[in-house]
Nanobody
Framework: QVQLIESGGGLVQAGGSLRLSCAAS????????IGWFRQAPGKEREGVSC????????YYTESVKGRFTISRDIAKNTVYLQMNSLKPEDTAVYYC????????????????????WGQGTQVAVSS
């Protein structure tokens, strides 16, 4: 049984930082790529970042480049999203998702590429 469990969300002031975790079970990170998505109220879910299974390549959507960092600990089977310089527009529910195989930037942000999803963790950034 595959499970993805996100944690680390919370309320933070603009300019602050949070680190999200995605703990995976039932899969291994050297086989599955992991993506982070977010969904703000009234908006569609959007891809934020992903890390590819085979070589650990990382990709970021333009709005978070230079502020967010995705990383993985294969021994702990956990992927992290370090979020710095947070802005009110980063407020959303953040989800991690798993896709069998490697990822490229062209597919990193496409929801239907991913087979498994976590339940989400809320991030709120106050101005």
């Amino acid at each position: 049984q595959v499970q993805l469990i996100e944690s680390g969300g919370g309320l933070v002031q603009a300019g602050g930082s949070l680190r999200l975790s995605c703990a995976a079970s039932g899969i291994t990170l050297n086989v599955y790529s992991i993506g982070w998505f977010r969904q703000a109220p009234g908006k569609e879910r959007e891809g934020v970042s992903c890390v590819s299974s085979t070589d650990g390549s990382t990709y970021y959507t333009e709005s978070v480049k230079g502020r967010f960092t995705i990383s993985r600990d294969i021994a702990k089977n956990t992927v992290y999203l370090q979020m710095n310089s947070l802005k009110p527009e980063d407020t959303a529910v953040y989800y991690c998702a798993a896709d069998l195989g490697s990822q490229r930037e062209s597919s990193c942000y496409i929801m239907y590429e991913y087979e498994y999803w976590g339940q989400g963790t809320q991030v709120a950034v106050s101005s």
